[in-house]
C-alpha cells in the first residue's frame, strides 16, 4: 500500500481542484486548433492531422501533446476527433501504454479534457497520477464531438470506442514522445468512460486488431439505458436524459428531435448542449419527468429503442480479460443493470474479474476503486494471467 501512502494527499488536492477551479471558454487559438480541414485530409484510423505540446499545470512532471486525430463515427464515416497524450518526463524504452476513457465531463467544448487538463484537474487526474508515476503513457480521447464541432456522442458505444481505439493509435504515431508501437496496451474508464471501455474492448478485434490490449477495466458501469432512465426519471440527475437525446440525434441520421419534445424539452436540451458536468447535475431541471420534456416517449419509440439496444453493453465476447466494479450504493446508474452486464459478459465466456463496491455513490466509487484498478492493469501489463470471477449472481 506504499502508493496510498505516498499520493494520497495529491488525489485530495487534484479532487479539490477538480471541484474548485471554474472552466473558461479557450482563447481563439485553443479554439482553432480543433477546427478539422475539410475535407479532411486522406489517412487511416489514428492518423494525426495536428498536434501541439501542452503545459500539464495539472500533472507536474509530465509532457502532454494535444493531438486533432482521424476517427470514424458510429455509422462508418471518417471524422476529426481530439485528445492529448501524456508521459512521463522520462519514458522508459517499451514503456506500457493506457488508453484513458474519460467519464462524462459535459456537453459544451469548453468542458473537453484536452482543454481542461492544461490548466486545472480534472476527474481524471487521480487515476492518471499513479499510471504516471508507474512510468505508463497515457492516450485521452476528447470523444467525437467534444472539442471538436458538432454535439457530443455520451454513451454512443460504437462512436466512444473508435475515439478511444484511435487516440491510443495516434499516441503511437506521434514523433519525438518515446511510446513505443509494440509495447503493451490496457484501457481504463468510469462512468461514461465505463460504457466506452465496454464498447472498447468488444470492437478492438474488428475495427483495431493493430491495437491488442492486455486488459480493460471499467467502472460505474452504464451498461443499458433502459433501465438507466427509468432509474433516472424524476431524480436528481434526470437532466443527463437530455444529453443522450442530443447525442443520439446527433450520431444517427433517423433520429430527430422535432415533434418529440415539449416546450420544456426542448429548453432543456438547448440548456444541456452548454453546460459542463456541474452544471448539468445542478440545474434547475434536475427532478424532470420524461413525461414533462417528451410527447412520445423514446422508451417506447421503435426508432430509438434500436439503438438503445445497440448500445446495452455485453453483447460480444472481448478476447481479453475485463476488470468490472460499481458501488451497489450506485445514486446514479442502478447496481442492478451493471451486474446484469457482468453476467452477461461471463455467459459469453468473457474472463471477468467482478467488484462490487459497498456503500459507495458514484463519484466515490472512482476513487474507492483505484488502487484495485492500478494493481489489476499493473498485473495485465506485466503479463500475468487473470483466471476471472465469473459465477451466477446470487
Known amino acids: 500500500m506504499r502508493w496510498m501512502a505516498t499520493a494520497r494527499g495529491r488525489i485530495v488536492v487534484a479532487l479539490v481542484a477538480a471541484a474548485c477551479t471554474p472552466i473558461v471558454p479557450a ?27 501542452l503545459r500539464m499545470a495539472s500533472l507536474p512532471g509530465a509532457r502532454a501533446w494535444r493531438v486533432l486525430y482521424r476517427s470514424t463515427t458510429a455509422t462508418g464515416e471518417p471524422t476529426a476527433v481530439s485528445g492529448v497524450v501524456i508521459t512521463p518526463r522520462r519514458l522508459r524504452p517499451g514503456a506500457p501504454l493506457i488508453g484513458i476513457a474519460p467519464g462524462f465531463p459535459g456537453m459544451d467544448d469548453r468542458c473537453a479534457p484536452s482543454r481542461t487538463l492544461p490548466t486545472s484537474a480534472s476527474s481524471e487526474t487521480p487515476l492518471m497520477l499513479p499510471l504516471l508515476q508507474r512510468g505508463y503513457a497515457l492516450a485521452v480521447t476528447d470523444y467525437e464531438g467534444l472539442g471538436t464541432p458538432g454535439d457530443h456522442r455520451y454513451v454512443v458505444g460504437a462512436s466512444e470506442a473508435h475515439a478511444v481505439l484511435d487516440v491510443m493509435r495516434a499516441a503511437r504515431r506521434l514523433p519525438d514522445t518515446g511510446i513505443d508501437p509494440g509495447a503493451r496496451a490496457a484501457v481504463s474508464g468510469y462512468s461514461q468512460g465505463g460504457h466506452a471501455a465496454m464498447f472498447t474492448a468488444e470492437l478492438q478485434p474488428s475495427y483495431a486488431p493493430d491495437v491488442p490490449l492486455a486488459g480493460v477495466a471499467a467502472g460505474g458501469l452504464p451498461a443499458d439505458f433502459n433501465a438507466i432512465a427509468r432509474f433516472l426519471d424524476g431524480g436528481w440527475f434526470s437532466q443527463l436524459f437530455s444529453a443522450v437525446a442530443v447525442s443520439y440525434e446527433a450520431a444517427y441520421p433517423e433520429i430527430e428531435l422535432d415533434g418529440m419534445l415539449t416546450p420544456r424539452g426542448r429548453a432543456a436540451l438547448e440548456e444541456v448542449r452548454r453546460d459542463c458536468l456541474l452544471d448539468i447535475v445542478t440545474s434547475r431541471r434536475a427532478f424532470s419527468r420524461l413525461s414533462s420534456l417528451t410527447v412520445r416517449s423514446p422508451l417506447t419509440d421503435p426508432v430509438w429503442q434500436r439503438r438503445f439496444a445497440e448500445n446495452r453493453a455485453a453483447q460480444r465476447r472481448p478476447p481479453m480479460p475485463l476488470y468490472l466494479y460499481h458501488s451497489r450504493a450506485d445514486q446514479g446508474l442502478p447496481f442492478k443493470q451493471a451486474e446484469e452486464a457482468k453476467d452477461r459478459y461471463c455467459a459469453l465466456g468473457a474472463t471477468v474479474r467482478w467488484r462490487p463496491l459497498r456503500g459507495t455513490e458514484h463519484a466515490l466509487g472512482f476513487l474507492v476503486a483505484i488502487p484495485g484498478t492500478v494493481r489489476w492493469l499493473d498485473a495485465r501489463l506485466r503479463g500475468d494471467a487473470e483466471a476471472g470471477t465469473c459465477a451466477p449472481s446470487a
Open 27 to 53: 482563447n481563439a487559438a485553443d479554439s482553432a486548433f480543433y477546427v478539422p480541414p475539410d475535407p479532411l485530409p486522406s489517412g487511416a484510423p489514428g492518423d494525426v492531422i495536428r498536434t501541439e505540446p
